[in-house]
């Protein structure tokens, strides 16, 4: 993708330069977060990480030790990657023989990022938005002083809150420009390592020309922890099920806009889009990609 440019969020003096509709009230964070929060153990087996993520319909896991003080996190994409999308494959062919359905009872810890970011309950809402949006993160769990996990914030939940206030911006603004996209006849694993490599969550699919649809690191979960898919596994066969064409798992009825929308316009689209963004086009062109992030950072930022 093209690089974006984005308005600096800190002054000089490195306190956020965010705009007046961004405030913060004593314990307005308590009030934001999800609770209870779902999370599991680095000791759990990645099974029931897959299992969570499915049943739950979260993308992200809070991994904490026994006396629940957080230790890590595991996303959906740290899923992809272990599935064939990168280095976390290494588990599989080089600890497990390449039998796949083995390697799924290895610990979550052996996916899980170490240095996970996190934030107080304590925290100024502002500040939280900050870290978010300065360490490219998409949640970040809330912890007490004792680092006991008790929540978790998320750019869905900020954009909800935040939603609520004028939005004059236009998306061409905020848009991320030449979004990278794939065909529907790349195989899932083809897919996966394209997130993966690009630190994506999402890729438009084309046929041809034409848009048909998207997929997110999510669908590949689902797809593979569930079905004639995992059954499959039991056999380990996971080759033949990362062969599978993309658009057998791709979701359609992607959401397509115009770069001079304002972003009110846009917001309540991404928020029920299902996948967190809108496609951005021109012509019979697709210009752009605009995600809950963008929309993050446009409404924080003055």
């Known amino acids: 993708m093209s690089p974006k440019v984005i308005r600096g969020i800190l002054r000089s003096d490195g306190t956020p330069n965010f705009s007046s509709a961004v405030f913060s009230k004593p314990k307005e964070l308590e009030y934001l977060i999800q609770k209870p929060v779902f999370s599991t153990t680095s ?36 899923m992809v990657n272990f599935f064939g999308g990168g280095d976390y494959y290494n588990i599989v062919k080089m600890k497990h023989g390449g039998r796949f359905f083995s390697a799924l009872y290895a610990p979550m ?43 978790i914030i998320t750019e869905y939940d900020v954009v909800r809150y935040l939603s609520g206030r004028a939005m004059t911006e236009s998306v061409g603004d905020y848009m991320t420009r030449n979004p990278v996209m794939a065909s529907s006849d790349i195989s899932i694993k083809s897919a996966a390592r394209l997130m993966v490599s690009n630190g994506f969550r999402r890729i438009p699919i084309m046929k041809g020309n034409t848009v048909v649809g998207i997929v997110t690191s999510t669908d590949i979960v689902k797809y593979i922890g569930e079905g004639s898919a995992f059954r499959r596994l039991l056999l380990d066969e996971m080759d033949q099920v990362l062969s599978v064409p993309v658009c057998d798992i791709m979701r359609t009825g992607v959401v397509l806009v115009k770069s001079d929308l304002q972003l009110g316009e846009v917001a309540p689209l991404i928020r029920t889009s299902c996948v967190g963004a809108v496609l951005v086009e021109e012509g019979d062109n697709v210009i752009g990609i605009l995600t809950e992030r963008d929309l993050l950072t446009a409404l924080a930022i003055e």
């Not at 996916?111 to 949640?139: P, Q, R």
């Open 43 to 78: 000791h759990s087996p990645i099974i029931r990480g897959v299992e969570m993520m499915i049943v739950k319909s979260i993308r992200r896991i809070p991994i904490t030790d026994a006396r629940g003080r957080l230790e890590g996190i595991v996303t959906a994409t740290d």
């Open 109 to 151: 810890e052996s996916i899980m990022s170490k240095d996970v970011s996190s934030a107080s309950v304590d925290t100024n809402f502002s500040d939280v938005l900050a870290k978010m949006i300065n360490e490219n993160v998409g949640a970040l769990p809330i912890v007490d002083k004792n680092s006991i996990l008790i929540g």
